[in-house]
């Protein structure tokens, strides 16, 4: 896919989950970089700085989507030649791609560590890491009973049911507005990540902080199943991240409530550290408030010395 239609596709949800996104700007740079017959770095440069620009502004919340274009371009600039450049760019890619798909395997065979036979678990939204870890454990024979929930408004609930279900796996739709009440019969909560701040903080799909209400209160253990690359490295200062606002259309449709009626629609949410248990990442267990120090070393941060 090219760079505007990737865009396009991440924008319109029919490519989604956080690790997704990020896969398919690789793949598109991987592209641009592949089909670029030009031979001036000036040039290509300014194309990948403008695709660059494109993929990033697709979906604000997720920061793998920046980090994976961040990663293919990588060591990039018109100091090198052409084939140079377009060489490291589908290298950078491809290791990207193939890097964060083990990813998620290595993070099911963690997880699934964690999970006990006869496990009652909860999960939102679509996750592909959480349902990593759900799938391993039910693959290596734990009886487990999953509860997903429908994920209003975009109803990713459903995705995950008929992904479980094909598994093998004992899954339960609920609506969102039953997770308190269902709570009570969980042993744990697994959910994945768009964004993880230094301060501990997750983002991801909204709803996902009522979970960890909910967990919190009746003391069920809340995983968050994650890539490292959904760290930020932009929040070594703030956890300030953007959360996305869609469309008032995909809540309620024209002539549904008076025209008086406003509508908000916000598609994230935010979960602070202290309701969560175990960050589960392809490079182990870690907790929350660890989560500063994982930035500074995968990014390779130098922090200043005062
Ligand atoms: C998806 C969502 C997922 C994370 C992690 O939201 O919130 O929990 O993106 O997914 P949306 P994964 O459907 O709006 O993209 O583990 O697959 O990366």
Avoid at 5 to 22: L, N, P, V
Avoid at 26 to 43: H, N, V
Avoid at 54 to 68: F, Q
Wanted: aromatic letters at 6%; proline letters at 3%.
């Amino acid at each position: 896919m090219t760079i505007e239609e990737t865009a396009t596709a991440i924008k319109d949800m029919s490519i989604r989950g956080a690790g997704k996104i990020a896969r398919a700007c690789a793949s598109a740079l991987y592209e641009l970089a592949e089909s670029y017959d030009g031979d001036d770095p000036e040039e290509f440069m300014e194309m990948l700085e403008d695709a660059k620009n494109d993929l990033i502004a697709s979906r604000p919340t997720a920061v793998s989507l920046y980090n994976g274009v961040m990663y293919s371009l990588k060591g990039i600039g018109k100091w090198m030649d052409v084939e140079e450049m377009r060489r490291e760019v589908m290298n950078n890619a491809d290791e990207f791609i193939k890097d964060s798909i083990q990813a998620v395997k290595t993070i099911g065979e963690l997880g699934a560590e964690i999970v006990d036979d006869g496990d009652v678990i909860m999960t939102h939204c679509n996750s592909s890491a959480a349902l990593s870890v759900i799938k391993e454990a039910h693959a290596q024979g734990k009886n487990i009973k999953v509860y997903a929930t429908e994920t209003r408004p975009w109803r990713q609930g459903l995705i995950t049911v008929r992904q479980l279900a094909e598994a093998g796996v004992d899954v339960t739709l609920i609506v969102d507005s039953a997770v308190r009440l269902v709570m009570e019969d969980v042993d744990k909560v697994f959910v994945g990540a768009d964004t993880i701040t230094a301060q501990g903080t997750l983002f991801n799909k909204v709803g996902t902080s009522q979970l960890a209400l909910a967990a919190n209160e009746l003391d069920v253990p809340f995983y968050v199943c994650t890539e490292s690359y959904k760290f930020s490295p932009m929040s070594l200062n703030s956890d300030n991240v953007r959360i996305e606002v869609r469309e008032t259309a995909e809540i309620v449709k024209e002539g549904e409530v008076p025209k008086e009626v406003k509508i908000y629609n916000p598609v994230f949410d935010r979960t602070p550290a202290k309701f969560i248990d175990t960050i589960i990442t392809e490079k182990g267990g870690i907790s929350p408030y660890k989560a500063r120090d994982f930035i500074i070393e995968q990014f390779g941060i130098k922090e200043e010395v005062h």
